[in-house]
């Protein structure tokens, strides 16, 4: 028995999930994620109680989806609704000036920065011209065109902070830093959002800096 309504559920599951609309899982929105939750607990709770009627087990989730669809309708005519439920994209990197305060609100550090940017095959950050975080999470990168040669970014200094780990695997001293930077007329390292070294020249971006 218990077998049948396994069956019989996933079979459930995927004819939802079919009417629902082909999504990757790493576009699903906030309202897709939260709704296919929920089926996939609802599912669970019937498997786990053989006893219930399953009809009662199955309409949650048919209402679940009749839900879906009606806001998935009102988001493809409305884009108001559209920002307010799946909210909206965040220019991270603009004309290659990383926007921290977009970061702050965001909740995104500049460790999901690199590792983005990474994924992309994007070794420096001096390469961007922008990058969008969208609704979905994933990172949009537009490279700049006379980007070509293949240094890769190592941060020396986060959010105000000197990172003595990387400072160590290019052989350099605290002191080395700071005098460097000196030169080039940064002398408050706390107001500093982010330096990398790359291919011998330094990239940096100040707090809250504006072009």
């Known amino acids: 028995m218990i077998i049948i309504r396994t069956l019989f559920l996933y079979a459930v599951i995927l004819l939802i999930f079919r009417l629902m609309g082909k999504r990757e899982i790493g576009e699903l929105s906030i309202l897709d994620l939260v709704v296919y939750i929920m089926i996939a607990e609802l599912a669970v709770v019937a498997i786990e109680n053989p006893d219930s009627q399953i009809l009662k087990n199955v309409l949650p989730m048919l209402l679940l989806m009749i839900v879906q669809i009606v806001l998935a309708v009102f988001s493809l005519k409305s884009k108001t609704f559209r920002d307010v439920v799946d909210g909206k994209p965040t220019i991270i990197i603009n004309k290659g000036k990383i926007d921290e305060n977009a970061m702050r609100k965001q909740r995104y550090n500049f460790d999901d920065l690199l590792l983005q940017?990474?994924?992309?095959?994007?070794?420096?950050?001096?390469?961007?011209?922008?990058?969008?975080?969208?609704?979905?999470?994933?990172?949009?990168?537009?490279?700049?065109?006379?980007?070509?040669?293949?240094?890769?970014?190592?941060?020396?200094?986060?959010?105000?902070?000197?990172q003595k780990s990387n400072l160590e695997k290019i052989s350099k001293s605290d002191f080395w830093l700071r005098q460097e930077l000196r030169k080039q007329g940064y002398k408050e390292i706390p107001k500093i959002s982010f330096c990398s070294y790359e291919n011998g020249q330094f990239y940096v971006d100040m707090m809250d800096e504006r072009k």
């Open 117 to 162: 940017l990474r994924e992309k095959d994007i070794a420096k950050i001096s390469d961007v011209e922008f990058a969008i975080l969208e609704s979905s999470g994933t990172l949009s990168v537009f490279e700049k065109k006379d980007s070509k040669d293949g240094g890769i970014t190592i941060p020396l200094i986060i959010d105000g902070a000197i």
